[in-house]
């Protein structure tokens, strides 16, 4: 009884690290393509080096307004046996435009 019970609390804590990490690396990836996008560099290849940096099938979203650029990064991650709900982690990052772009 004691043997399933400590199995369970395993898949339970490593699947909640699994989460952690990949909700740092949509933060990362959100924080690459907001640095590229506020630089001037075209849009498309912000998103690229977004995406290059955020977990498998990563949806990313740019944005500019107000003098700043924004970027969310969303993917969804799967834990544990294959009929479980998805979860969604995602990431964001504003960083002001640079002057004279």
């Given at each position: ?38 630089r001037g560099e075209p849009p498309e290849h912000a998103r690229a080096l977004a995406l290059a940096a955020a ?47």
């Amino acid at each position: 009884m004691v043997l399933p019970s400590l199995l369970l609390v395993l898949a339970v804590a490593l699947g909640a690290v699994g989460a952690a990490a990949a909700q740092l690396s949509c933060a990362d990836a959100a924080r690459l393509g907001a640095r590229a996008l506020a630089r001037g560099e075209p849009p498309e290849h912000a998103r690229a080096l977004a995406l290059a940096a955020a977990p498998a099938q990563a949806r990313v979203h740019l944005a500019e307004s107000d003098g700043t650029a924004r970027v969310t990064v969303r993917a969804e991650l799967r834990i544990g046996p294959l009929r479980a709900p998805p979860l969604e982690v995602d990431g964001s990052a504003a960083v002001p435009l640079e002057p004279g772009r």
